[in-house]
């Protein structure tokens, strides 16, 4: 099964899952059957909110699931619909999510629960907080790093 994890840096197993899918600066890429890490950087990390499409960049990958802190309910209906399962990140160390995923302790995203948009709260839950204001503040774009990628 091949895994897209979003990360903040590009060290694989030492990175962080970065706090939402569209505006990471890297997907880290897990082959769980091959034990093996592939990280490639998102060339649309910078865009508006709602606009961006990072599957367009990482179709040829023929990803299986995306194990995130925080998506888009479009963009998890979209996946679905591709047959890309979306799992919640609970660890924000790559190295606790490959132990997950080969734990088989992953938990699907429900869509119900998805981010709603800018500061808007009772959306996906990022760490401790509820929402998708990146810590319930409304400040999105912001991830683990307290960078300013705005997505």
Same mark, same amino acid.
């Given at each position: 099964m091949l895994i897209c994890i979003p990360t903040i840096g590009d060290t694989g197993k030492e990175d962080v899952v970065n706090e939402h899918f569209g505006s990471a600066r890297y997907f880290t890429l897990y082959d769980s059957e091959l034990d093996q890490i592939k990280v490639v950087e998102n060339r649309n990390a910078h865009h508006d909110h709602g606009t961006c499409h990072p599957m367009n960049q990482l179709a040829k990958?023929?990803?299986?699931?995306?194990?995130?802190?925080?998506?888009? !309910? !479009?963009?998890? $209906?979209?996946? &679905?619909?591709?047959?890309?399962?979306?799992?919640?990140? !609970?660890?924000a &160390?790559?190295?606790k999510v490959l132990e997950?995923?080969?734990?088989?302790? $992953?938990?699907?995203v429900d869509p119900s629960r998805a981010c709603r948009g800018h500061g808007l709260q009772g959306g996906f839950v990022h760490?401790? &907080?509820?929402?998708c204001g990146h810590g319930g503040k409304g400040g999105h774009g912001q991830g683990r790093d307290g960078g300013g990628s705005r997505d």
């Open positions: 990958y023929k990803i299986d699931g995306i194990i995130c802190s925080g998506i888009g !309910r !479009r963009a998890i $209906l979209t996946m &679905q619909a591709e047959g890309i399962k979306v799992y919640h990140a !609970r660890d &160390q790559v190295a997950n995923i080969k734990n088989g302790d $992953l938990e699907e760490g401790n &907080q509820a929402g």
